[in-house]
């Protein structure tokens, strides 16, 4: 059953829940016992799906709490860095 979230005017928030076709618009406060009435939480009004709201999530948690690590990673080139290009024409370039 989906959560449901209630605010009551003494400022307490609380969650319960109900099946869809049963929740009510207001609830009894569980530490005042008066009616608290159900929040409506706003819609993701976007185009873009859950991976784009997981890479900018990502993204600017990184700019302040960047991810720690005590090795370079292992991959299947082991630990080499991996190239910018696979076109093997490109390994003759001069390099800086
Ligand atoms: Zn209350």
């Known amino acids: 059953m989906p959560l449901y979230e209630f605010h009551c005017a003494d400022g ?3 969650e319960a829940a109900f099946s869809m076709a049963d929740v ?3 609830l ?3 530490s005042c016992g008066m009616p608290a009435k159900r929040l ?6 976007s185009i873009a ?4 709201y997981q ?5 600017n948690r990184s700019a ?11 991959g299947s080139h ?5 190239p910018y290009t696979s076109n093997p024409l490109h390994q003759k370039l001069p390099r800086p």
């Open 49 to 52: 799906g859950a991976a784009a």
């Open 40 to 45: 409506f939480p706003s819609p993701r009004l």
């Open 55 to 59: 890479l900018i999530d990502a993204s």
């Open 28 to 30: 009894d406060c569980p």
């Open 78 to 82: 082991g630990g080499r860095r991996h």
């Open 24 to 26: 009510p618009g207001l």
């Open 12 to 14: 307490t928030a609380f």
């Open 64 to 74: 302040h709490i960047p991810e720690v690590v005590s090795s370079p990673g292992a």
